[in-house]
């Protein structure tokens, strides 16, 4: 395993309402994904990350932001949760284009 | 724009097969190509990742190849056992600078003791 921990692993919140959930990783990887995993479709890139403070969007960034304050962590901000965004979040490392380590997920539920 | 297909969908075999899971793509100019491993309600493990230059990549039970030309890779699971039933999800990414990862829907597989 690479290392990498997710929190918090499961969430109900309220339309409306901001949320983070936040990636932390103890293998120095330089890059960092987060993705979201619906049935039907698979998994689809939200934002990635290649350096501290270096982020950018994936195929389904709209309502969703990303910080990255150091190596170690990588923040999933959803400004105002929809029901739309209920759904199983990962984040994943790698070290340049080579193989993708993911955590564990967080099941998030907007009621 | 690249598509990656994972067929069957889902797969239900009786212990000790030997098994085929296929992916395919359309655009044969890949940088590598990574199967992964799905347990129920986890997250995903990495199973094997093989290069553009390279045909295959072999781990224990597990043997992957990759024909780029013909944008096919399979992955081969040998005498197959309770505890390989997963979902299996295979994910290309693209030559040159592009890091992102395109996703196959994954085959369910079940192995019957």
């Known amino acids: 395993d690479a290392g990498i921990t997710q929190s918090p692993r499961h969430k109900v919140t309220e339309t409306g309402t901001p949320v983070t959930l936040r990636c932390h990783q103890t293998?120095?990887?330089?890059?960092m994904y987060w993705y979201r995993q619906d049935p039907g479709h698979g998994l689809r890139l939200i934002h990635y990350?290649?350096?501290?403070?270096?982020?950018d969007k994936g195929e389904v960034s709209d309502g969703y932001s990303v910080s990255r304050s150091k190596t170690e962590d990588f923040l999933l901000t959803l400004e105002s949760a929809t029901s739309s965004q209920t759904s199983v979040y990962f984040c994943?490392?790698?070290?340049?284009?080579?193989?993708?380590?993911f955590g564990p997920g967080t099941r998030l539920t907007v009621t | 724009k690249q598509e990656v297909t994972q067929i069957p969908a889902a797969l239900s075999v009786p212990e000790g097969e030997n098994l085929v899971l296929n992916c395919s793509f359309t655009?044969?100019?890949?940088?590598?190509l990574q199967w992964f491993r799905q347990d129920p309600g986890k997250g995903l493990t990495s199973l094997l990742l093989?290069?553009?230059s390279q045909r295959e990549q072999t781990s224990g039970r597990l043997n992957a190849s990759l024909d780029k030309s013909s944008g096919r890779s399979t992955l081969y699971i040998a005498a197959s056992q309770p505890g390989d039933s997963a979902t299996y999800l295979c994910?290309?990414?693209?030559?040159?600078?592009?890091?992102?990862?395109?996703w196959g829907l994954g085959t369910s597989l079940a192995v019957n003791p």
């Open positions: 994943a490392t790698s070290q340049g284009a080579y193989e993708q380590y």
């Open positions: 293998e120095n990887h330089r890059y």
């Open positions: 990350s290649y350096g501290v403070k270096d982020t």
């Open positions: 655009d044969s100019a890949i940088y590598n």
């Open positions: 093989i290069q553009s």
């Open positions: 994910a290309v990414r693209g030559a040159g600078n592009n890091r992102k990862l395109i």
